[in-house]
């Protein structure tokens, strides 16, 4: 690993992976990274959401999406911010709803499972 961290679980190794391959960019695509990177940061600012109602909808599009880097990065999030199991719950219903047996199942499992995992601390 780059940066000397030692991770033992999926969950984290995947949030190191997701740095590693940023830090990739920014240093093979600085531009694009530092203006990517900047744009997501405004984003997730408080605003008229707050940062926690800003992880759920991530969290809820990340699902639908079926992207696990991003389930795991935004429940991850989620919890940082104060998010409730139930409030994780109803993101994974409310993602469900739209995104048919496929996002469910990543709520049910990768969502759950990484809250389980982060709640714990």
Known sequence: MENNEVNHNYFDQSINDYKEGTAYLQKTMPNVAEHYMSFTEACFQKGALDKKQKQLMALGISIFA????????????????????????????????????????????????TFHHYKQD
């Open 66 to 113: 079926q992207d696990e880097y991003c389930i795991i990065y935004h429940t991850k999030g989620a919890v940082d911010n104060g998010a409730t199991e139930e409030e994780i719950g109803e993101t994974i219903g409310i993602s469900a709803a739209l995104g048919g047996g496929a996002a469910f199942a990543q709520g049910v499992t990768l969502a759950v499972d």
